[in-house]
Structures are given as structure tokens and as C-alpha cells.
């Protein structure tokens, strides 16, 4: 298969690395300075079990974005793209995709936040669009490095309870990379766990600045993750979605472990005075709760604070 990585991060670039060690053809979709330095440098990938991997530039083609010419070749030419790029440029990624793949291409969102899903589906079509979360944590160094600190799964989905002949492929692929997959039927549940894991940690790790790791240390920033994410587990259930079956604490709590050397991206994005995903966030959550009827407390305080902080950074 040849397959098409979008947006080449923290989460981008260990997807785009761990499917280098499997004999597709991958592009990278980057932009600026990313896309320079995997054109000219290749990628570094500090894997979780320890080696580090220098990965050629020659094992995947580069699309800058931002030029034009690296398109060429490049239209309606892949099997599957997985959207890895931040929530808020979610319809202009879905857009590319729809360029880059064939007329039967398949494209995947695992990028945190909600409503990601729903706008590749308007673009794509059912047909083509899958949807889906990741626990694996990584965080990129000021030289590109990879550094890919907890291993977890991708769970992926297409609203069916199981995956269409020509969706196999997909899963096959991410198998043999090494990326943990597996098939969820709940798709909507899927998601909507995954923001709510992303709303216990990623604004208190970005306010406090600290690790996944030390909000378990805390006692106090631990109990705010746990109000935060039953907040969300409220809104998805009055909003229709199943959480009923999940033990939310538990969850919660094992990412915090398994990540916990991480630096989430809320809190890189805070260091670098970029633009956080909050809206796609406490955000939603917040604007999912008042439709409800419903108050949202601890989602409307997160999402005042880190948009304070984006207004100070600005």
C-alpha cells in the first residue's frame, strides 16, 4: 500500500516512523521546518523499549504543504492516510486527503479532540472514513527527535462491529509496524474516551507544567483529572454515547502511568506559545453540555485558564 502520514508531530512522527519498519510506501505531510528537516535529515525516533532509530529521508517521500511542487506525483495516488495534525486545521487535512487518495482511499483520524471524525466523513463520505484513538505517548525535541516516552494501542473503527474486507489492510499494516491496534465497534465510545482521557491530563499537565506522571503525585491535581473526566463521561452519555461499561478512574489513571515520563502536547504546544487543541476539547465538551441543558464546571474553568494562557503567549 502506499500510504500518506498527515501531519508529522509527536504522534505524526511515530506513526510515520513505526510504519517504517514495514515495506509500504509512505509520504509525510508536513510543513515548514518539519518538512525541511525530514526531507534533508530524515526522522529520529527514540522508541520506548530503548534503541534509538535513525531513520534515512530516503525511506519516505515529503510533502511540504506550504510548496506547491512537492505535490507532484503525489494526487490520487494512495490507499490509505492517516490524519495525525492538529484538530483545529482538521477540514483542510481532510481536504488534502481527499486530493491524495485514489477514488477507493481510506482516511483515518486519530487526532485528539471531538468532531474530527464527523468532518472527514462530510468530505470523504461513510464509505471512506475511519475514526479512532491512540494511548501511545510521545513528545518531539527542539532538534525533531521523536521521543516515543509510553506505548499504548490504536483502536480504529468505521461504525461497523467488524472491519470490511477492504479495511483489513489497514489493520495488517499497523500490526506489523508494531502500533498495537485494534478493531473497536463502538466507535463513538472509542472517541469519546479518548477526550475524555485528554481532558483529565492535557490542560492540568499544560497549567502546571508537568509531566502525565506527576499529576498522580499530586493528590489534588489527581482528584481535578478524575472530576474532569467523569464531567466528560456526563456530557457523552447525555449526548447518547455508551460510557456506562467504562471504569473511569481505572483508565484515567493507567494512562497517567504508562505516559508518565510524557509531556502531552497541550503542554508543548503552551512551552512553544502555539495554539492549544482546548477548543477541540473542554471546548466541545462545554459547547456539547449547554445544548444538553447541562452544567460543565470543570471542562468551562480548564477551558478559561489555558485560553488565558494562549492570550498571554499570543
Known amino acids: 500500500m502506499r500510504i500518506c502520514v498527515l501531519g508529522t508531530g509527536s504522534i505524526g ?6 510504519l517504517c519498519s514495514t515495506e509500504h510506501d509512505l509520504v509525510a505531510v508536513s510543513r515548514g521546518e518539519t518538512a525541511m528537516r525530514l526531507s534533508t535529515e530524515g526522522l529520529v ?6 534503541p534509538i532509530e535513525m531513520i534515512p529521508s530516503t525511506r519516505f517521500s515529503v510533502i511540504d504543504t506550504e510548496v506547491q511542487e512537492t505535490m507532484q506525483g503525489n494526487i490520487e495516488n494512495s490507499d490509505f492516510a492517516i490524519i495525525c495534525g492538529k484538530s483545529g486545521d482538521t477540514y483542510d487535512l481532510a481536504k488534502l486527503s481527499s486530493k491524495l487518495l485514489s477514488s477507493k482511499g481510506i482516511a483515518l483520524t486519530v487526532q485528539n479532540g471531538l468532531g474530527n471524525y464527523e468532518t472527514i466523513r462530510e468530505i470523504l463520505g461513510s464509505y471512506r472514513s475511519m475514526g479512532g484513538s491512540t494511548t501511545h505517548g510521545a513528545w518531539r525535541d527542539q532538534d ?9 494501542e490504536m483502536a ?10 477492504d479495511e483489513l489492510p489497514i489493520l495488517d499494516a499497523l500490526v506489523s509496524s508494531g502500533l498495537n491496534p485494534r478493531w473497536t465497534g463502538k466507535l463513538q465510545t472509542t472517541i469519546w474516551t479518548k477526550a475524555m482521557i485528554n481532558v483529565a491530563i492535557n490542560p492540568i499537565c499544560a497549567i502546571a507544567g508537568i509531566t502525565n506522571g506527576d499529576i498522580e503525585t499530586n493528590p489534588r491535581l489527581l482528584s481535578l483529572a478524575f472530576e474532569a473526566a467523569n464531567e466528560v463521561a456526563s456530557v457523552g452519555h447525555a449526548h447518547g454515547v455508551d460510557m456506562s461499561a467504562l471504569d473511569i478512574e481505572e483508565i484515567v489513571l493507567g494512562v497517567i502511568r504508562s505516559t508518565s515520563e510524557n509531556k502531552c502536547s497541550m503542554l508543548q504546544d503552551v512551552m512553544a506559545a502555539r495554539p492549544t487543541e482546548i477548543d477541540q476539547l473542554c471546548g466541545k465538551v462545554t459547547e456539547i453540555a449547554e445544548t444538553h441543558g447541562i452544567p460543565a464546571p470543570v471542562n468551562t474553568t480548564l477551558l478559561a485558564l489555558i485560553k488565558g ?3 498571554t503567549n499570543r
Open 156 to 165: 480504529i473503527g468505521s461504525g461497523e462491529s467488524d472491519p470490511r474486507e
Open 13 to 18: 512522527g511515530l506513526i510515520l516512523g513505526a
Open 309 to 311: 494562557i494562549e492570550a
Open 45 to 50: 525516533i527514540h522508541r520506548h523499549d530503548g
Open 144 to 152: 525533531g527527535a521523536v521521543h516515543w516516552e509510553g506505548f499504548g
